[in-house]
């Protein structure tokens, strides 16, 4: 079915009606305080519950009345038609002309036959490969895999970038409390050689086994770290006197400690890795949006598969409960509508994710990739430009550690910086310290900067507390800084599905309402063909008259000082 040309938001009578409602609660002055007060309810008319995360929306600048019409703008761009395409496995990427699936990753065995996408039933495809890495991986935790030597793998180096690294590595880091085969992974991703140096520092190669991961698996830095780590791994194993570097022998050390995940099994062949050892997935799932596909094998290995399954039922309950829930009642709906809201009406350039967990430490990161890779473009999905600001800056470090370094500015700068904050009730680690429960005080921590943001310190309250005059205005705190709490249980392989489902539709709701497909990356490009005409220039003449002023005269400092 073909797709329907994006609507100009902008245009619509719910956009309208979003800026009159602004302007009417400027002109009344916006005041968490007041609206508070005001309304009893409205705690619980702003709490949700989405699969088994708890939302607190009442710390943000929207009142009953900004709901309904956020929904509306929702209803009025076609995000409920576009969200039905989309689980459908309609071509919604409408540059690359594909289907966007992530969605049917995580369906689960019982729905074979249920989705037929361009003739095949993705639901049986999914399982067969999932079914496949399950049984790898249980011969790899369980010591029945072994390296060229005879030796149980004790590392895995995931060899990938962007989405064939962001998500494994940052789901590897969230869920350690949970690696329990005495099986660590080390992730390379930078072209840059001392990533790969300092990530084979000290690892033994007969117990180390390699993923390449790559969707594409033609991608510059993945390639070139995996031929540097062939060479290393086949080096250091003659070096023990483990082979003796006949091809065969090289052939077979690469059997044993090589494996790869692509949508190119082709070239995966070539590179000289076993099909056996390769596992595929499908042109429909984008790199941003592929930690639950064959791209998560490091986890699954050191995770081992029920806890995999655990991690997908997690994205699988948010999936259900954003396509089937109405817009209104709809937290994730409602959280990508907000941040509408706050680029659109408040000009919100950025926005901050802050986890109070550590085991989150890697997550900002990885929502940079999904979210601005996803949303940061310039034209709308039928070619034409957009009608408004799109696509904000997301950044966060966890809390506490945020607290000493930026947060100033989310206090007291003259910024908007809307804030989702991310913290659960149980830690994997307790621990007291004079009595106290270490964890309560970290929780404190979030309770306390969500309220400062929220309700601020009056001049008033400040010189009370006996502040001299001439500092008071340093000390005040206008609140009314817009922060979503985001509260869980404990920070398990579901939970952790979940939150990388929800920030998916969220960053899917967004990007519906600008008309942008959120699904290609064309703004990836241009710097890779550039770099490829650039490199020669460092050392041939031609190719160096042939580059602008600044790149040459930056190609001359490099080759004086080599
Ligand atoms: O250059 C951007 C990009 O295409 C990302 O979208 C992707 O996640 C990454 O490169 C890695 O690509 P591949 O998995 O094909 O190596």
């Known amino acids: 079915m073909a797709v329907s040309a994006p609507v100009d938001a902008t245009k619509t009578l719910a ?28 705690v619980s008319k702003l709490t949700f519950q989405a699969g088994d995360l708890h939302f607190d929306l009442s710390k943000n600048l929207i009142t009953d009345e900004t709901v309904k019409l956020l929904a509306d703008l929702g209803r009025a761009c076609g995000v409920e038609e576009r969200r039905a395409a989309m689980f ?68 895995l180096v995931s060899i990938g970038i962007g989405g064939s690294d962001l998500g494994p590595v940052m789901a590897y880091e969230a869920l350690r409390p949970y690696a329990d085969a005495g099986i660590d992974c080390r992730y390379i991703s930078n072209i840059d050689p001392n990533d790969m140096a300092e990530k084979v520092k000290g690892l033994d190669p007969e117990t180390t086994l390699v993923i390449i991961v790559s969707k594409t698996f033609t991608t510059l830095e993945t390639l070139t770290n995996a031929r540097e780590v062939k060479a290393w791994m086949l080096e250091q194993l003659k070096a023990a006197g483990a082979i003796d570097g006949s091809d065969e022998q090289n052939a077979e050390a690469i059997a044993k400690h090589f494996v790869a995940v692509s949508t190119a099994l082709d070239l995966v062949a070539d590179f000289g890795i ?30 081992g598969p029920e806890r995999f399954q655990q991690f997908l039922a997690g994205f699988r309950a948010i999936d259900e409960y954003f396509e089937n829930t109405p817009l209104e009642e709809n937290v994730v709906a409602l959280m990508g509508l907000m941040n509408v809201w706050y680029v659109n009406f408040f000009g919100a350039d950025t926005h901050a994710v802050l986890p109070y ?74 621990a007291q310290d004079n009595g106290q429960d270490v964890h309560e005080l970290f929780l404190g921590n979030f309770l306390a900067q969500t309220k400062a943001l929220a309700f601020g310190k009056t001049a008033e309250e400040v010189r009370a507390e006996g502040t001299p005059e001439e500092i008071v205005p340093a000390r005040v705190f206008t609140g009314n800084r817009p922060t979503t709490s985001i509260f869980g249980d404990t920070l398990t392989p579901f939970a952790l599905g979940e939150l990388i489902a929800l920030y998916e539709h969220i960053t899917f709701v967004q990007g519906t309402v600008w008309g942008i497909d959120s699904y290609d990356q064309w703004g990836v490009e241009l710097g890779k063909q550039l770099a490829k005409q650039i490199t020669p220039a460092f050392h041939d003449d031609e190719a160096l008259a042939a580059q602008d002023a600044s790149t040459r005269a930056l190609i001359e400092y490099y080759r004086a000082h080599r």
Not at 19 to 31: C, F, M, V
Request: include cysteine; hydrophobic fraction near 40%; aromatic fraction near 12%.
């Open 88 to 155: 459908a496995g309609e071509h919604i990427n409408t540059t690359e002309d594909r289907a966007v699936l992530h969605t049917a990753l995580r369906r689960p065995a019982e729905q074979k036959g249920q989705l037929i996408v361009d003739g095949q039933d993705v639901v049986a495809d999914v399982h067969e490969v999932l079914d496949r890495m399950y049984a790898f991986a249980e011969r790899v935790r369980s010591g029945e895999w072994r390296g060229v030597t005879g030796k149980k793998i004790e590392h």
């Open 357 to 430: 967990t550590q085991y989150l430490h890697r997550f900002p990161a990885y929502l940079q990739q999904l979210t601005m890779e996803s949303n940061g473009k310039q034209v709308r999905w039928d070619g034409s430009a957009v009608t408004c600001h799109t696509g904000e800056v997301f950044w966060g470090e966890p809390g506490t550690n945020g607290q000493h370094a930026f947060y100033q500015l989310i206090h007291q700068g003259n910024v908007m910086v809307p804030a989702d904050f991310i913290a659960f009730a149980n830690t994997h680690n307790p």
């Open 274 to 303: 076993d099909p056996e050892n390769a596992f595929g997935f499908w042109n429909w799932v984008g790199g941003r949006y592929s930690v639950d596909s064959a791209v998560g094998l490091s986890l699954i290995i050191v995770l």
């Open 15 to 42: 956009w309208e009606a979003l800026k009159a409602h602004y302007d009417a609660l400027q002109a009344e002055g916006i005041s968490l305080k007041d609206w508070f007060a005001a309304d009893p309810d409205r």
